[in-house]
């Protein structure tokens, strides 16, 4: 199992960066895909990004790509979300997930696909 923690969420005018963290507890973070997703107020929860368990691997929604950048420290066990050129639109709750993966390239961009959710984290950009 693998429980996950977000950080790093605030508030940030518009066209600032912000980057959010993700810790996950466990000695086998480096087999867990991971991805980001976010639930803004009034609408479903959709994907942001996600990594494969090597790192080598990420896929983004289409209308983040450019800004929003996942990374991965597996000796950290720490994934992270670089978000830059915040739009008022980008006002969410950020969630963190994690699933193991079937093969160090396992990629996963499916809410039903990951098991462990964490808390969220709260980013509020102004304009």
């Known amino acids: 199992q693998v429980q996950v923690v977000e950080s790093g969420g605030g508030l940030v005018q518009a066209g600032g960066p912000l980057r959010l963290s993700c810790a996950a507890s466990g000695r086998t973070f480096s087999s867990y895909a991971m991805g980001w997703f976010r639930q803004a107020p009034g609408k479903e929860r959709e994907f942001v990004a996600a990594i494969s368990p090597s790192g080598a691997r990420t896929y983004y929604a289409d209308s983040l790509k450019g800004r929003f950048t996942i990374s991965r420290d597996n000796a950290k066990t720490t994934v992270y979300l670089q978000m830059n050129s915040l739009k008022p639109e980008d006002t969410a709750v950020y969630y963190c997930?994690?699933?193991?993966?079937?093969?160090?390239?396992?990629?996963?961009?499916?809410?039903?696909?990951?098991?462990?959710w964490g808390q969220g984290t709260q980013v509020t950009v102004s304009s």
């Open positions: 997930a994690a699933r193991y993966g079937l093969s160090s390239g396992s990629i996963y961009p499916k809410e039903n696909d990951y098991g462990y």
